[in-house]
């Protein structure tokens, strides 16, 4: 089965470059050209793959949260509402507090996660108590954090020279370290990569090594199933919805306070919506969320230079994007097409054999 999925991703990913590459030749654009740029501005130096890891983090959180809610059974929508209140907590406490910095970035990150899972929660225990569909509960928790920003960030946390942003964390309570910055020639990577892939290896051994994983995943697959079997499938639910807002929520602390040391007023982050397309090229598999996440990262990054280099438009790249996710999704055709390449396959070694056995015979 996970053999199938990554099989199903590698093909959605081709078929939405295939389908680029046309787009580009309608346009009168060379594919060749326009690809080889793309690439190049996700890949070409050491700054470049910097950038590049530092845009996918946040997207390989919110991705996470989206799957880990996926392989429970519910649909996590409310990434951008978690990552945002997850951030602004961290920013609040990053601006409030006068730590040394060993001490302030862990309470920053802390803080961010807790900020997060109390936003997941609220749809997570609406479900389990009175059957709210945690699509409705969770678009409506977007809302609120935006306006809960929106009100809090200029009362509070007003720039010096615009109201439409947030006072700039001091050094001390960013995730930004020189060290890794001049590995990578200036590029604005932060600590948040580490703490990405620390939470991909968590989620991972949570739900294939551990009882809560395996009650998760049941009660995902059957719920009624699972209450027969007594498990206690609306604790799990608001588990679950818990820590896929942590996971958003650590996405928040890392995207404004490594990626940026700023949180601007009336943006819902992009990155909690496009977690549900990374989870869907990660088939849901934390691993594949992991790899999903730095290919949307090297598209993001690349599709500036490709427009000045080659001046393909930039919103072709997020075109490809969307036809990949496109394919991805019709999982049904997919399977019918690998049913029949392996079908086709073992005919023509069905023949080959026939063939040899006639020879031997003669």
């Known amino acids: 089965m996970e053999k199938n999925q990554g099989i199903k991703s590698i093909m959605a990913v081709l078929l939405g470059l295939l389908a680029g590459a046309l787009l580009m030749l309608i346009m009168g654009f060379n594919p060749a050209e326009g690809y080889k740029y793309l690439f190049m501005g996700g890949l070409k130096n050491l700054e470049r793959i910097g950038n590049t890891l530092a845009t996918a983090t946040p997207l390989m959180l919110t991705g996470l949260s989206v799957a880990f809610a996926f392989k429970t059974g519910l649909f996590n929508i409310g990434t951008p509402g978690q990552m945002l209140f997850g951030g602004f907590c961290s920013i609040a406490t990053g601006l409030t507090l006068d730590l040394p910095k060993g001490i302030l970035v862990p309470v920053v990150v802390l803080v961010g996660i807790l900020g997060g899972a109390i936003w997941g929660i609220v749809p997570g225990i609406l479900k389990a108590k009175f059957n709210v569909h945690e699509v409705v509960s969770s678009i409506m928790m977007n809302w609120i954090a935006y306006w809960m920003v929106y009100y809090m960030v200029p009362l509070y946390f007003k720039g010096e020279f615009l109201e439409t942003e947030s006072k700039m964390l001091p050094e001390t309570a960013t995730l930004k370290v020189q060290w890794l910055s001049d590995i990578f020639?200036?590029?604005?990577?932060?600590?948040?990569?580490?703490?990405?892939?620390?939470?991909?290896?968590?989620?991972?051994?949570?739900?294939?090594?551990?009882?809560?994983?395996y009650e998760l995943r049941a009660g995902g697959f059957n719920r009624f199933g699972a209450e027969y079997a007594g498990m206690p499938v609306n604790r799990n639910i608001v588990i679950s919805m818990m820590i896929?807002?942590?996971?958003?929520?650590?996405?928040?602390?890392?995207?404004?306070?490594?990626?940026?040391?700023?949180?601007?007023?009336?943006?819902?982050?992009?990155?909690?919506?496009?977690?549900?397309?990374?989870?869907?090229?990660?088939?849901?598999?934390?691993?594949?969320?992991?790899?999903?996440?730095?290919?949307?990262g090297v598209l993001y990054v690349g599709k500036g230079f490709m427009n000045a280099a080659v001046k393909v438009p930039p919103e072709l790249a997020d075109t490809i994007m969307a036809t990949i996710i496109y394919f991805a999704a019709t999982s049904m055709v997919m399977d019918k097409v690998i049913k029949k390449l392996k079908k086709f396959k073992k005919d023509k070694s069905n023949k080959i054999n026939n063939s040899s056995e006639r020879v031997v015979e003669k």
């Open 185 to 213: 020639k200036g590029s604005y990577i932060n600590l948040g990569i580490f703490l990405a892939i620390i939470a991909v290896l968590i989620i991972w051994f949570i739900l294939n090594k551990t009882v809560l994983g």
């Open 244 to 296: 896929a807002g942590a996971l958003s929520g650590l996405a928040g602390a890392i995207q404004y306070t490594g990626n940026a040391n700023i949180m601007q007023i009336g943006v819902m982050p992009s990155q909690g919506f496009d977690g549900i397309a990374v989870a869907l090229l990660g088939a849901s598999n934390p691993i594949g969320v992991m790899f999903s996440s730095l290919f949307f």
